[in-house]
């Protein structure tokens, strides 16, 4: 079921109706209206508060050794206890040359998980073009917006969600990039996901009732290349456990309500670049991908979490940055992974 409501309707709403807005509008708000400030990037000063800056300390801990010092020492380490990598970090060194990489690996070479850590870390030459993009572009959505191409290609039925009037897309056709590399890295995200989520006491399926999508942003102050990814996204409806009616696309849901609702964001972040000036440029952070922990104890589900869905765990992807696309990747079949993905 489409929601097309702003997000600030939760608010005015019981606790039933906003806990099943907070859900369904994590697919929505990527249309929403994002105004800037200092040109292209949204900037916050030291003085801001409330989950935009949480999201921001968190990106810094994540950036180079210089956006990480001037987080809080306390605040870092509320931070990181929340934090489960699906991929070791990678150890911060000097500034990289991504020409000089050892770890840099196309797609089809990926042979175990180390391979799959590199390609974390160190992405493909067209998804460290993308990142270099982001931020030389000072930030400006419509910078990856050109890189897609204009085909637009219809949304299959995925799981049968034509028969229950399920629409889980903002739009009934999607594109993809240009570059079919970027297209199968996302891909190489999702599956890195599923498969590692155990690894964190985390199991997920790409499944039309879990992970089927996420939200790519530029990160505000620096125009960092990310996504948040959700899943969980709908939990069968239990009287005891979920009493909660979330429309036509939870009918048929075996999702279940439990802990593992804390794990439903998952974050990627592109290699940070720190001079794009030079060529080629150098990076003063890698690539990661991370579950944000939102354990009732935490600082991610206290602060970054706003009250009306704290039952769902979900953390807004705006918080992070302007928000670009959704990108969807749906099990539809035995069909290549590219043909598995709808950027809406």
């Not at 175990?112 to 992405?123: L, N, S």
């Not at 049968?160 to 996302?186: A, M, P, Q, V």
């Not at 959700?230 to 048929?252: I, L, S």
């Not at 080629?280 to 991610?300: E, M, N, Q, R």
């Amino acid at each position: 079921m489409r929601c097309l409501s702003p997000l600030k309707l939760a608010t005015l709403v019981g606790l039933s109706v906003s806990f099943s807005l907070s859900y369904s509008l994590s697919l929505s708000t990527s249309f929403l209206p994002h105004p800037t400030k200092n040109g292209l990037l949204r900037v916050f000063s030291d003085g801001d508060s409330g989950p935009y800056k949480i999201a921001g300390d968190l990106l810094s801990i994540l950036g180079s050794k210089e956006e990480a010092a001037r987080v809080s020492k306390k605040e870092a380490k509320e931070l990181r206890s929340c934090l489960k990598f699906l991929v070791p970090l990678c150890p911060r060194e000097k500034e990289h040359d991504y020409d000089k990489l050892e770890g840099r690996r196309d797609l089809g070479q990926i042979k175990g998980w180390r391979d799959a850590d590199e390609m974390v870390w160190w992405p493909p030459l067209p998804v460290m073009e993308l990142a270099r993009l982001a931020v030389e572009s000072g930030g400006d959505p419509g910078a990856i917006h050109r890189t897609l191409n204009p085909t637009m290609i219809p949304v299959p039925d995925v799981e049968g969600c034509k028969k229950n009037h399920c629409e889980l897309t903002r739009t009934d056709y999607g594109r993809r990039f240009i570059n079919k590399e970027l297209n199968l890295y996302i891909a190489f995200l999702f599956d890195t996901i599923v498969a590692r989520g155990p690894s964190v006491g985390f199991n997920v399926s790409l499944n039309r009732y879990d992970l089927f999508h996420g939200h790519l942003f530029l990160a505000t102050n620096t125009g960092r290349l990310g996504i948040l990814f959700h899943a969980k996204e709908y939990p069968a409806y239990e009287k005891k456990v979920f009493p909660y009616n979330m429309g036509y696309c939870q009918k048929g849901s075996y999702v279940r309500y439990d802990e593992s609702m804390n794990m439903r964001n998952i974050l990627w972040l592109a290699p940070m670049p720190s001079n794009i000036t030079r060529s080629p440029p150098k990076w003063s952070a890698p690539g990661t991908l991370v579950v944000l922990d939102a354990h009732p104890s935490g600082i991610i589900y206290g602060d970054l979490i706003p009250d009306y869905a704290k039952d769902a765990r979900t953390i807004y992807e705006e918080y992070f940055g302007d928000i670009v696309v959704d990108v969807n990747y749906f099990n539809v079949g035995n069909v290549a992974a590219e043909e598995k993905l709808f950027i809406c």
